[in-house]
């Protein structure tokens, strides 16, 4: 089973997001995450380092500059989506990847709150 560290770029990323107030609600994971044709798109625009910014998780030995190395995406490389950060928390806890679990659960914490959900 992969390991992975927590992007902490990202981390900082989507808190700037949060804190502007980019961020969606409501929303399918399933429907709105970024497929491999969106995120080839992304990449024809914008670097690797943008890339990662999307990602909770670096890959464990995995090379920079390849989709194999960010894991546990979070937005629809414009916004961040609640139901991703869900989905990262669950994923992440399913497979016992304890600090990507912990940095997405503190970000759908920070995301609530700016959205005043209680």
Known sequence: MASYAVNEAS???AR???????YV???DWGEV????AAQNAYLEG???????????GLTDGANDGTKARYAFGY??????HRSGLIACVYRAAEWRHKQVELAAHDLLQRLDARAGIT
């Not at 914008?46 to 909770?56: F, G, K, N, V």
């Open 25 to 27: 609600l409501d929303s």
């Open 75 to 80: 937005g629809d490389l414009r916004r961040v």
């Open 11 to 13: 981390v900082g990323h």
């Open 46 to 56: 914008h670097t690797w380092e943008e890339y990662a910014a999307w990602h909770l």
């Open 16 to 22: 700037k997001l949060i804190e502007a107030r980019q």
């Open 33 to 36: 995450q970024p497929d491999a």
